[in-house]
Each structure stands twice: as structure tokens, then as C-alpha cells.
């Protein structure tokens, strides 16, 4: 009886080692596949930076990938270091307003952070709205000739860098999808050229007023 209890509790024990040699292992695996997989979309996105860009990443994006496979940091920290490279890259594509960008946040991106942090996973904080031509609206000859003025004028070319960031932003918006969207980002660059005390400032200001109502049949949204 003794005997059999022995051979009982060997077994168990042995059952007990082999099933955490199994966990270990797949946690093993589960590790490797995660850092080959960090280690990919890094080259993904150092790859596509350049090709639309002709710039490699910044010390920012790649201090915060080396941050995906630091072990000491929890889950959640490492989503926030996700982020923060989602927001980097898009930062970069509401600049250049190339279409490959915006694929590489809404696909590639979006599915490793679905992939691998699916508790902190929220898709807003992915989402990439469009910014370019493939996707959104082109800008006529009309806008251009007031992005021509406002690039002419005497505003001090920081504003004029911030004000036509912002204008293209908005110009890129479907208005078909998020009519909304675009009366805002209308109106926070109608907003920043009627606070500089300007009169070429606010002239352009009413012409963009002026093109919105022609085009869209909607006023801008006024900021205060």
C-alpha cells in the first residue's frame, strides 16, 4: 500500500516537473516570437520612414522600441512606449502625407498592438485619420493660391510652418466622411492667422472663411 502511494506521488511529481517544463517552454517560445516580432516592425518601420522621407527614425522611436523589449517594464508601459511610437510616425505622415505611412500605422501597427497588448488595446489610439490624396480630398487651385498668399506674406515663418501644418491637415479631411473634422481644423487655422494682428493675416483668414462656405456649404467652426 505504502509502495503504490510512493509510485502514486513519483508519478504526480514527475506529471507536476513535466507540466512546467512545458509552460517554461512555451513561455520561452512566446517571448522569442515577441521580440522577433518587435524586432521586425522596427524594421518595417525604419523601411518605410525612408522610403517616404528619405529619412531613417529618430533617437525618440528608437529608444522607445528598445523600451518593447525591455523585461522590466510592465505591459502597460510598453503600450504607452507603442503609442508614443504611433503618435512619432504619425507626426511624420501628417508631414510627408504619404499613403504608405498611413497603411503601415492602421495595419501593420495596429495589428502588433492588438496582437500583443490586447487588454491595454483601445484602436483610437491607433487609428490613423487620412492625410493624403489616396484617400482624401485634393487641394484645388483656389486653396493653393491662398497657401501661396499666406506663404508670401509677412507672418514670421514659424507661424506660417504651424499655420499651413495645420490648413493641409484639414484639407486632406473627406468631407463626405467627417464633415466635422474639417469645419474644426478650418477653423483653428482661421483662428491662429486672426491672432497674429496681421491685415495679410486676416485677409487670408476671410478668404478661407469665403472658400469653405463656397465649397462646403457650412460655416467654419469659431474658435474664441
Excluded at 518601420?45 to 525591455?70: C, M, P, R, W
Aim: glycine share 2%; hydrophobic share 40%; charged share 30%.
Amino acid at each position: 500500500m505504502r509502495r503504490r502511494k510512493l509510485i502514486f506521488l513519483l508519478i504526480l511529481l514527475i506529471t507536476l516537473i513535466v507540466v512546467i517544463l512545458i509552460l517554461v517552454y512555451i513561455l520561452y517560445l512566446k517571448s522569442i516570437f515577441y521580440t522577433s516580432g518587435v524586432n521586425d516592425l522596427h524594421y518595417k518601420a525604419e523601411k518605410v520612414v525612408y522610403e517616404t522621407s528619405n529619412q531613417g527614425l529618430n533617437e525618440t522611436i528608437k529608444a522607445k522600441f528598445d523600451d518593447l523589449k525591455n523585461d522590466e517594464l510592465s505591459d502597460q508601459e510598453k503600450y504607452n512606449s507603442l503609442f508614443l511610437i504611433r503618435m512619432n510616425l504619425s507626426s511624420t505622415y501628417n508631414k510627408n502625407h504619404d499613403p504608405k505611412l498611413r497603411s503601415f500605422i492602421n495595419n501593420e501597427l495596429i495589428q502588433f498592438a492588438k496582437n500583443n497588448f490586447s487588454k491595454e488595446f483601445k484602436e483610437n489610439d491607433f487609428l490613423q485619420t487620412c492625410s493624403d490624396l489616396e484617400c482624401g480630398e485634393k487641394i484645388s487651385a483656389e486653396l493653393e493660391k491662398i497657401i501661396t498668399d499666406i506663404k508670401r506674406s509677412n507672418i514670421p515663418p514659424e507661424e506660417i510652418e504651424t499655420i499651413l501644418y495645420n490648413l493641409e491637415l484639414a484639407a486632406y479631411i473627406p468631407a463626405d466622411d467627417d464633415l466635422e473634422s474639417k469645419r474644426y481644423g478650418y477653423g483653428l487655422v482661421v483662428w491662429q492667422l486672426n491672432n497674429l494682428n496681421s491685415a495679410e493675416a486676416s485677409n487670408s483668414a476671410k478668404s478661407l472663411k469665403e472658400f469653405f462656405v463656397k465649397n462646403y456649404k457650412e460655416e467654419i467652426y469659431e474658435l474664441e
